[in-house]
T-cell receptor, first 113, second 109 residues
Framework: DAGITQSPRHKVTETGTPVTLRCHQT?????MYWYRQDPGHGLRLIHY???????DKGEVSDGYSVSRSKTEDFLLTLESATSSQTSVYFC????????????FGEGSRLTVL | AQRVTQPEKLLSVFKGAPVELKCNYS??????LFWYVQYSRQRLQLLLR??SRESIKGFTADLNKGETSFHLKKPFAQEEDSAMYYC???????????FGSGTRLQVQP
């Protein structure tokens, strides 16, 4: 497995609280992505990064923000969690742009009560 | 806009039967198509991509631009093929893959 870890792996929180998920890679890949996985929707892109401090929105970015201050870390923040953000979140990395192979983390299961 | 459609949520077959997981896409340019697989308790991983035209674990997929399809096929299913399969598309100039909703393949003994 590629050197990519997500933390926390499981989290239960209450509506309105802030949540930060961390993705850490040891591969020195330039591109990093956050997807959410939901039944019937598959994987949907939240945000992605194409370099340190360079990020862009995906198709379901509302309610989420990201930061990438170092090559190895890509943080996903829910400023005020809602029940609709209950999901499994996957981080992925890639050496090249979207035409390259994505390597995925193990996922972070978030439950918002 | 680009879109990937996987019409079947669940496909159940018996061991040894042929398998075809359907994938249709919508994209005006020249796409690159991929199949990713997620086995139980494992990470999502790349199974194959159309540009390499290779067969992985007995699976093949041919890009049909006329029908805008990229169906995944295997002539004889094995129990270890049971997994979640995602079709994904990359379009020119886009930096991230667009995934379909996934199809769960169950191969029964």
């Amino acid at each position: 497995d590629a050197g990519i870890t997500q933390s926390p792996r499981h989290k239960v929180t209450e509506t309105g609280t802030p949540v930060t998920l961390r993705c850490h890679q040891t591969e020195n890949h330039r591109y990093m992505y956050w997807y959410r996985q939901d039944p019937g929707h598959g994987l949907r892109l939240i945000h992605y990064s194409y370099g340190v401090k360079d990020t862009d929105k995906g198709e379901v970015s509302d309610g989420y923000s990201v930061s990438r201050s170092k090559t190895e870390d890509f943080l996903l923040t829910l400023e005020s969690a809602t029940s609709s953000q209950t999901s499994v979140y996957f981080c992925a990395i890639s050496e090249r742009e979207a035409t390259g192979e994505l390597f995925f983390g193990e996922g972070s299961r978030l439950t918002v009560l | 806009a680009q879109r990937v459609t996987q019409p079947e949520k669940l496909l159940s077959v018996f061991k040894g039967a042929p398998v075809e997981l359907k994938c249709n896409y919508s994209y005006s340019g020249s796409p690159e198509l991929f199949w990713y697989v997620q086995y139980s308790r494992q990470r999502l991983q790349l199974l194959l991509r159309h540009i390499s035209r290779e067969s992985i674990k007995g699976f093949t997929a041919d890009l049909n631009k006329g029908e805008t399809s990229f169906h995944l096929k295997k002539p004889f299913a094995q129990e270890e093929d049971s997994a979640m399969y995602y079709c994904a598309l990359s379009g020119t100039g886009r930096r991230a893959l667009t995934f379909g909703s996934g199809t769960r393949l169950q191969v029964q003994p």
